[in-house]
C-alpha cells in the first residue's frame, strides 16, 4: 500500500489541471518532483551568484579602462565623472536583468513591470530627473568645469565631480557640498576661474586734515612695486594700472577706493597681503591716521534755569 499526499490540504493554492495531476501522483513521485525542482533552482541561484559577481568584476575592470581611455584622450575632467557614473548604472541595470532571467523570472514581465513603475516614479522623482537634465546642460553649456572655483546656491568651493544628478565642490575649509544639478543649471552661478584677471577694492578711511594727495602717492608707490599687480596695460590684455579714489566724506573719515587688477590666482594672496601693508605702513609713511567713529558733543551751560 502506498502513502498518498493529503490533497484537500493544498487544493486551494495549486491550480484544477495541476490538481487533477497531483491527486494521481504518490508522496515518493511528488517528493522526488521537489526535488528535481530544488535541485534545479539551486543550480540557477548558483549560477545567478556566479554571474553577479563575474559580471561585478567585469563592470569594475570596464569602469577602469573607460576611464583610462577618457583620460589618456584628455576628455574634459567635467565630462569624465559624468560619463563614468552613466556607464555604471546603465551596466549595473544590464547586470541585474541578467540575473533575474538566469532565476528563471520571465525578463519581458520584469522589463513591462520596471517601465510601469518607471512612470510612476519618474512622476514622483520629478526633481529627480530635473537633476539628470541639468547636469547634462551643465555638460552642454558648461558654465564651469571640474577645478573652477563657484559660488552657487549659497555655496562657495572648487568643483570636485560633476556627476549625472548632483555636483560636488569643496569648500576652502575643506567641506565638501553637494549641490543638485537642476538648481545650478537654472540658478545664478558666480564662476571666479574663468577669467584671468580680477579687480581687487580697498576702502580706508583716513582722518579728516590728511593730506589725501600724499596717502595716494605712498599707495600707488606700494602697489606697484608688487609685481603680482597690474602697472602696464599694454603687457596685461588692456586692463588698467591701480588707481586711488576719494571716494565720500563720510561722518567720521574721508573714505579713499583702491582699485588694482591682478591674475584671478593671485586675488586672495594680494588682497590679504596690502591689507597689512595699508595697515602698518601707511601711518609712518604717508602721515595719516585711521580714526574711530566718533561724534563731537558740545555742552552750553544753561543760563535761563533758576533753581
Do not use: C
Not at 568584476?57 to 570596464?62: G, Q
Not at 513603475?117 to 530635473?130: H, K, R
Not at 561722518?251 to 583702491?258: E, K, Q
Amino acid at each position: 500500500m502506498t502513502d498518498t499526499l493529503p490533497i484537500d490540504s493544498i487544493a486551494a493554492s495549486v491550480p484544477a489541471q495541476e490538481l487533477a495531476q497531483l491527486k494521481d501522483l504518490s508522496l515518493d513521485q511528488v517528493i522526488s518532483s521537489l526535488a528535481t525542482d530544488l535541485s534545479r533552482f539551486a543550480i540557477s541561484l548558483a549560477a545567478a551568484i556566479l554571474v553577479f559577481y563575474v559580471g561585478r568584476f567585469i563592470i569594475t575592470r570596464l569602469y577602469t579602462i573607460t576611464e583610462h581611455i577618457l583620460s589618456k584622450r584628455q576628455v574634459d575632467a567635467s565630462l569624465v565623472t559624468f560619463v563614468l557614473s552613466f556607464v555604471r548604472i546603465v551596466l549595473y541595470f544590464i547586470l541585474i536583468v541578467s540575473v533575474i532571467g538566469i532565476l528563471g523570472i520571465e525578463t519581458s514581465s520584469f522589463l513591462a513591470l520596471f517601465a510601469s513603475a518607471g512612470v510612476a516614479v519618474g512622476m514622483a522623482l520629478s526633481g529627480t530627473l530635473q537633476n539628470f537634465a541639468g547636469g547634462v546642460l551643465i555638460l552642454a553649456l558648461k558654465p564651469y568645469r571640474v577645478g573652477d572655483y563657484i559660488e552657487a546656491q549659497g555655496f562657495a568651493g572648487t568643483v570636485k565631480k560633476i556627476e549625472i544628478f548632483n555636483t560636488v565642490i569643496t569648500t576652502p575649509d575643506n567641506k565638501t557640498i553637494i549641490i543638485p544639478n537642476g538648481g545650478l543649471s537654472t540658478g545664478a552661478i558666480n564662476n571666479s576661474t574663468t577669467q584671468n584677471y580680477r579687480r581687487i577694492e580697498w576702502k580706508i578711511g583716513i582722518s579728516y586734515g590728511d593730506n589725501v594727495e600724499r596717502a595716494r602717492e605712498v599707495i600707488l608707490s606700494m602697489l606697484t612695486s608688487d609685481s603680482r599687480v597690474v602697472t602696464n596695460p599694454a603687457a596685461n590684455e588692456g586692463f588698467p594700472a591701480p588707481v586711488v579714489y576719494l571716494a565720500s566724506l563720510d561722518d567720521s573719515a574721508v573714505t579713499l577706493t583702491i582699485r588694482a587688477w591682478v591674475r584671478s590666482g593671485d586675488f586672495w594672496d594680494v588682497f590679504f597681503h596690502f591689507n597689512e601693508q595699508f595697515y602698518n605702513q601707511l601711518p609712518t609713511r604717508a602721515g595719516v591716521s585711521f580714526p574711530f567713529p566718533q561724534m563731537d558733543v558740545h555742552v552750553h551751560p544753561d543760563t535761563t534755569w533758576k533753581g
